[in-house]
């Protein structure tokens, strides 16, 4: 059984953290291209943002850990991204 179902939402009254989904990509490719990516060793073409939310998305399978999208609480849309590990 895939480790995915383990996984925590954690909520708030402003914004929720849970796993990624596939709406989350367009956000997710937009910032890895933009400017602030920098920070992070970007920015980044869409084929390595791709392998990047791909391997994001893997991880909890495979260590039980990873990353989590950032809702905004008021209407859903992923507003970030922070990784947790063991």
């Known amino acids: ?5 383990a996984i925590p939402t954690l909520t708030t009254a402003r914004l ?13 490719a937009a ?3 933009s400017d602030p ?3 992070m060793g970007g920015p980044f073409s869409k ?8 391997a994001d998305h893997a991880q909890w399978d ?3 850990c990873g990353a ?9 849309d992923c507003i ?5 590990r063991q």
């Open 62 to 64: 495979l260590f039980g």
């Open 68 to 76: 989590l999208t950032i809702r905004d609480g008021r209407n859903g």
């Open 37 to 39: 990516a920098r920070h």
């Open 47 to 54: 084929t390595a943002a791709w392998g990047m939310f791909c």
């Open 31 to 33: 910032f890895m291209a």
């Open 16 to 28: 929720s953290l849970c796993l990624m989904t596939m709406t989350d990509w367009p956000a997710y």
């Open 1 to 5: 059984m895939p480790l995915t179902t």
């Open 80 to 84: 970030g991204q922070v990784g947790t």
